[in-house]
């Protein structure tokens, strides 16, 4: 084999070999993605270098048809410079079709308050960190697989690090007639405007009856909130409304709803509503108006700044009347050193005049 075919054989096993995917360090934000993210968070995890993490799946209680259950996330020996990491609930690893809504569930609420499959926190110090989904419980009972992945960085360099769980199997139960729990199609508020004290609205299915407590995030002890039935047909009340107490700042309020057919209660998993800043308010072009008034201000102060400290170029003021006198005689070869004044009809001595020398 010549030399030539050898380093064109090279150069295609560069070309074709998959080299590492590399890390996003300031993240990519929450959302719906798939187990190979389509290239949006690390790239395919076929690319990605393996994780050390160890990640465990588990739940926070019995699984029932349509009913409410917490799955919890527990993540431990990460490793990431920027303290940043991705995690995904995931209902498949196919690569596409792999969000818990496209095997049945339905997501009520994310660690981050969101209603994501996908979202991002930093990982503590100690390494460990758990997360909770609440989701509601596919329709059909039985078997039905979670999976857990995360992606993050490491102190070896750019590269990106993924990792993903064993299949979780969460075993749904027939749910009995009349169970009282949460909307299929409600889903929990994600934020409050900052100082927002209206009322929180809760959708439930065959209850006759919901308690509410709440609490802060990193306290222990809850407290109780009434709650007032806003549309109530023959046997139940499925439209309740409840005053939680408005938050100032990035506070995160913890709640959790008990649902009851007459004695029969159901303890729903906590959920968690955070606080965001009052949105702007404001027309867009009003917005622009007033940043062209605000440019042409500034435009305007320049201006005059400048022709105020701009040094002034003083001219020499000459006296332009000899020059213009002169310019309107008649010199005479035959008389040098004197001109010919047209108007006085006299000869008049040429100031530029000296003596012949050149």
Known sequence: MNRSAIVFLICITLILAPGSSVANPGGNGDGDRDYSCGGSCHGDPALSMPSDATIEITTGNEAFSGQAVAIHVTIEDISTPSNIIGIFILGSLNGNSDTPEDHGWHLIQDPNGGSSNYIETKAPSSGSVTVTWVLLSPANSGSHSLYAEIHHGSYAGDKAYSGVSEKFEVIVQDVPEGLPGLANDWIAPSFRVSGDSSLLSISTRNSTDISVEWMLDGEWNPTSVESVCIEETEDFCNDWEVSIPA????????????????????????????????????????????????????????????????????????????????????????????????????????PEYNGGDE
């Open 247 to 350: 938050t100032m700042g990035e506070a995160n309020i913890l709640y959790r709803v008990t649902t009851y057919n007459g004695t029969f209660a159901v303890e729903q998993p906590w959920l968690k509503m955070g606080t965001a800043p009052p949105p702007f308010e404001g027309d867009v072009w009003s917005a622009r108006a007033h940043s062209f008034a605000f440019a042409l201000l500034i435009i305007s102060f320049l201006v005059t700044l400048q022709a105020r400290l701009y040094p002034s170029i003083e001219r020499d003021i000459l006296d332009q009347t000899q020059i213009v006198a002169s310019s309107e005689m008649i010199r005479s070869e035959e008389n040098p050193g004197w001109l010919w004044n047209p108007e006085s009809q006299e000869w008049i001595e040429d």
